[in-house]
């Protein structure tokens, strides 16, 4: 059975048979242009690093304020 084309009328094409293709037509691809926040983001790795600077801090407040650091506070519980 030989499918060839043998008109295209407005993007549809009408085979030899006479039977019409609609779906020949591709539809267009579009790039979302809302940015996701996830992966390695400038947001992402801004907000990793506030993250970790808070915690850096409070480990070393926790240390002058106790006299141990985490693991001496935690075996001693």
Do not use: C, W
Not at 10 to 19: F, P, R, S, V, Y
Not at 29 to 52: C, I, K, M, S
Not at 53 to 70: C, N, P, Q, Y
């Amino acid at each position: 059975m030989n499918t060839t084309a043998k008109a295209s009328i407005k993007g549809a094409i009408i085979d030899e048979q006479g039977k019409m293709n609609n779906f020949a037509i591709e539809p267009k691809v579009y790039v979302d242009a809302q940015g996701d926040r996830t992966g390695f983001t400038p947001y992402a790795e801004l907000l990793n690093g506030r993250l970790a600077m808070i915690g850096f801090i409070s480990l070393i407040a926790l240390e002058v304020f106790t006299g141990h650091g985490v693991f001496g506070l935690l075996t001693s519980l």
